[in-house]
Each structure stands twice: as C-alpha cells, then as structure tokens.
Antibody
Framework: EVQLVESGGGLVQPGGSLRLSCAAS????????MDWVRQAPGKGLEWVGR??????????EYAASVKGRFTISRDDSRNSLYLHMNSLKTEDTAVYYC???????????WGQGTLVTVSS | DIQMTQSPSSLSASVGDRVTITCRAS??????LAWFQQKPGKAPKSLIY???SLQSGVPSRFSGSGSGTDFTLTISSLQPEDFATYYC?????????FGGGTKVEIK
C-alpha cells in the first residue's frame, strides 16, 4: 500500500525557517517525481514545486510564489522528500501535502498533510 | 502561466442528480488535465487523468471529457459520498496550476 506521511509542520514567526519531511512507503520511491502542494485555510490547492528522479538529475521546478525561498530535496536511500522553507511569510500559512507523480503523469497519491502557521 | 477557471464555484444537487462541472484553460493544454476530489479535512484524491481516463478504483459514474481548452467532469448519478469539492489541474506546462474548485453540496 502506498503511503506518504508528512511531518515537521508547526508555528513559525515571519522571516523564519522550517523543514518539512515526507516519508514514503509501499512503492519504489526512487522511480518517481515527487511534488509539494499547499492549501491555505479555506482556500484552494496551490502547487509548490517538484523534484524529478535520479535519471532526470533530481532537477526541480517551483512556483513563482516560493522560488528562491523554498528548496525541495530528496533522499532516495531514506525514501524521504523534504521541503526547506526560508524567509517565511504569513501568506505561506497552509496545509502542505506531498504527492507522488504516477506513471500517468498525475499526482496519484497524496499524504495527509502537515499544517504550517506563520505568525508573530 | 496557464490559468484554470472552473464553473460553477458551487452547486446544490440531490442524490441521483446528474452533475456537470466545467474547467477552462487559458491556453491549449491538449488532454493534460486531471480532476481531483477533496472532502473536508482530507487530502485530495485523484479521479481522472488525461482528461477522460478513470483512475483505478474510481466509480464509473465519474467521467471526464474535453481537449484543448474546455473540459468537463460529469457525475452521472450523484451519491451521498460524492458531496465534496472538485478541482481540475493542468499538467501541460510549469507551473502546474489548479482551478479554483467547485463545491458540490446537498440540496
């Protein structure tokens, strides 16, 4: 069974940093592109970014709203995905989901999400 | 960036009704369109990929159609468990973008 479990969310002050983790199991993690998607309270879904797999040099893509502040990384030996968030703003407050890109190019499995609150 | 516009933003329907949600892309995306269902407090669930292909395990009352800029999600006979918010998403180009969502409520 595919499972994605996020952790690391919490309360952080504006300008602060946080690292989210996503532990994957039930599939060959190293084969897949992995994404982060967020959802502000009461709002819709916003794609944050993607990391490709080793054959594609682990290259990344980001939304303009987070580019230069957020970094996505992965550790295939630990079946883990990370989101390093710096210079956090109040508008980054959201539930952050990790998601797997499946063989049909869509996000076919999602974690349960972790809440990040940016507030003084 | 490709903008995705869903309509309506919300609708009220009864069990057994046929429901149609539309999604329009600001430029052509071929069939690179996915639909997701999200229930309150839960993660999104993938329903449809490539505009019209059903994900494994998704009931056949869900169907998708369209290509280019105009797409639809149809629920042929609404069931109690279908009351949720539905999102379209394009994956033709970066950044990936979602529609604003359509909340399907009980009439």
């Amino acid at each position: 069974e595919v499972q994605l479990v996020e952790s690391g969310g919490g309360l952080v002050q504006p300008g602060g940093s946080l690292r989210l983790s996503c532990a994957a199991s039930g599939f060959t993690f190293s084969d897949h592109y992995m994404d982060w998607v967020r959802q502000a309270p009461g709002k819709g879904l916003e794609w944050v970014g993607r990391t490709r797999n080793k054959p594609n040099s682990y290259t990344t893509e980001y939304a303009a709203s987070v580019k230069g502040r957020f970094t996505i990384s992965r550790d295939d030996s630990r079946n883990s995905l990370y989101l390093h968030m710096n210079s956090l703003k109040t508008e980054d407050t959201a539930v952050y989901y990790c998601a797997r890109r499946g063989g049909n190019y869509v996000l076919d499995y999602w974690g349960q999400g972790t809440l990040v609150t940016v507030s003084s | 960036d490709i903008q995705m516009t869903q309509s309506p933003s919300s609708l009220s329907a009864s069990v057994g009704d046929r429901v149609t949600i539309t999604c329009r892309a600001s430029q052509g995306i071929s069939n690179c369109l996915a639909w997701f269902q999200q229930k309150p407090g839960k993660a999104p669930k993938s329903l449809i990929y490539a505009a019209s292909s059903l994900q494994s395990g998704v009931p056949s009352r869900f169907s998708g159609s369209g290509s280019g800029t105009d797409f639809t999600l149809t629920i042929s006979s609404l069931q109690p468990e279908d009351f949720a918010t539905y999102y379209c998403q394009q994956y033709k180009s970066y950044p990936l973008t979602f529609g604003g969502g359509t909340k399907v409520e009980i009439k």
